[in-house]
């Protein structure tokens, strides 16, 4: 059975910066394409960063172009994603996921619907 466990989330000031992890166990299907996605209070579960297998592609959602960096430690089985220049607008609820049937990113890329395994999230508060 597939564990996914997030961590790193907290409380930052706006322009602050936080890096979120998520180890992922349990996996028959060695190194998938995996993502995070992130929930507001009121809103639908989007799509916030997504990496291939071996990390050679990777998706953002506009939001974050050149804010925020993914990466992975297959080695380790864990995802990464770096958040700088936070804003009030990132607070949300995290979650990463896995794609179960893909290596590399879909077309289009990062949709929930193409993901699971959903973890019980890190909380990310960016005060203003």
């Known amino acids: 059975q597939v564990q996914v466990v997030e961590s790193g989330g907290g409380l930052v000031q706006a322009g602050g910066s936080l890096r979120l992890s998520c180890t992922v166990s349990?996996?028959?299907?060695?190194?998938?394409?995996m993502g995070w996605f992130r929930q507001a209070p009121g809103n639908e579960r989007e799509g916030v960063s997504c990496i291939s297998w071996n990390g050679g592609s990777t998706y953002y959602v506009d939001s974050v172009k050149g804010r925020f960096t993914i990466s992975r430690d297959n080695a380790k089985n864990t995802l990464y994603l770096q958040m700088s220049s936070l804003k009030p607008e990132d607070t949300a609820m995290y979650y990463c996921?896995?794609?179960?049937?893909?290596?590399?990113?879909?077309?289009?890329?990062?949709?929930?619907?193409?993901?699971?395994?959903w973890g019980q999230g890190t909380q990310v508060t960016v005060s203003s």
């Open positions: 996921a896995v794609d179960f049937h893909r290596y590399y990113l879909r077309t289009p890329s990062c949709r929930e619907a193409d993901f699971g395994g």
């Open positions: 349990g996996l028959t299907f060695d190194q998938p394409a």
